[in-house]
């Protein structure tokens, strides 16, 4: 017995050491020189860089600050320095990305809906390095994020459990229907009951006053209206309101050039499949169509995201 705890003394004496002559020095040195201890599971101390604590050298500090995080390891001396690893902002109660999520993404979401009056967040925008924003999140590349969280490719579970917060501040789930329903058809129709016409210029721009929507304010309203015309934009939302549309008095009737890249495709799928090219009115495309007869973009329109219909 006197052997085994003389053993388990000196496994805690060397993981003492180790916390307190390598590992607290090289983080804090970490920290002096980044701002924070997101520490790269892939750093190592420099060797032979007198800047880091000598006895840090060739340290795997990733490794180590990953494992504190993950499988609790030295558990008894972050307790001890608790205070200390909080001034330093390490992150070991949680994972990085809940971080992320939690001190910066959902943050700056909230003021993006705050300040525009929508969460249309495009996949340019990075966060301002000012107030009102949360420091924390200061030069994210919010837009990015949310582009990701759309496509399912980061933060998926973090969404899926704040998916009620997220729907309460208009968050877009699919970022072109949202825009649609949010702030082009709601201008559409302040346009028409302003100006009780349908006819409008190119260079046409929403005043940022009422009665316009908040949504829309600033919104290069005429551009759209081109770009629907002229480039077959919202080709799929306009096709599932062109009644509501044509009530306001709007017909968006493709040029050319629209119609060669989005319609002649579907009729040339049409007549392979059934013959002809003489559409039925009431023909909707079937949703088993083979992705492989058509181009990316008309199988999104036979294909709509969940939240889209």
Known sequence: MDTELKEI????????????????????????????????????????DDAWPRLSWNWPL??????????????????????????????????????????????????????????????????????????????????????????GSNYVELAARDKDI???????????VSIWNERIIPA???????????????????????PWPKSAWNMALGTQVYNMKYRGCYFSCIGRDIDRLKVLGFSFELRRQAWEKLVDPLLDIHESCFGDKAVPHDFVIPSQISRSLVPELIYRIAHPAPNEG
């Open 9 to 48: 003394n000196f496994a805690q004496s060397t993981l003492q050491f180790q916390w307190d002559e390598i590992i607290m020095p090289a983080l804090r040195h970490f920290y002096q020189v980044h701002g924070h201890t997101d520490v790269p599971c892939t750093f190592v101390v420099p060797d032979g």
């Open 62 to 151: 990733g490794v180590t600050v990953h494992c504190i995080r993950i499988d609790n390891a030295y558990a008894r001396q972050v307790t001890e320095s608790k205070e200390e690893l909080k001034e330093m902002k390490i992150c070991y109660e949680m994972t990085m990305p809940e971080r992320e999520w939690n001190e910066k993404i959902l943050p700056a979401l909230k003021i993006f809906h705050q300040l525009h009056h929508h969460c249309l967040v495009g996949r340019s925008f990075k966060v301002p390095h000012a107030a009102p924003w949360p420091e924390e999140a200061w030069d994210l590349r919010l837009g990015r994020i949310v582009n990701g969280i759309r496509t």
């Open 166 to 176: 997220l729907n309460e501040i208009g968050f877009a789930w699919d970022h072109d």
């Open 188 to 210: 559409l129709q302040t346009y028409v009951a302003e100006f009780k016409t349908c006819r409008m210029s190119k260079s046409f721009v929403v005043p940022a006053c009422e």
